[in-house]
């Protein structure tokens, strides 16, 4: 299955893209798509730890949607995923 992902701040250099297909076995989870980016792209999942001023257990700090609802009201990384999924990955955002 084929799965839209989103970055935005950061993510975007480190990838050097805002948008990505990835391809997943049926039955993937958001824990899945993490590992296969990481795959993708080495260092993804240290990156995302960087960005992040706080490492919860679901979201890395990171907001994580799938299909614009957050991870964190689904079933966070369990969160199960089909085929045309958008997954977006939203840093913190700081400022002064």
């Given at each position: 299955?084929?799965?839209?992902?989103?970055?935005?701040?950061d993510l975007i250099d480190f990838l050097g893209s805002?948008?990505?297909?990835?391809?997943?076995?049926?039955g993937a989870k958001v824990a899945d798509l993490i590992s296969k980016m990481a795959e993708v792209k080495a260092g993804f999942r240290e990156k995302m730890?960087?960005?992040?001023?706080?490492?919860?257990?679901t979201d890395?700090?990171?907001?994580i949607l799938v299909n614009g609802k957050n991870i964190n009201v689904l079933n966070g990384l369990e969160t199960q995923?089909?085929?045309g999924d958008t997954v977006v990955?939203?840093?913190p955002v700081a400022g002064g």
């Open positions: 299955m084929k799965i839209e992902v989103r970055v935005f701040g805002s948008k990505l297909t990835i391809e997943l076995g049926e730890e960087v960005l992040s001023r706080r490492r919860g257990a890395y700090g990171l907001t995923l089909k085929d990955f939203l840093p």
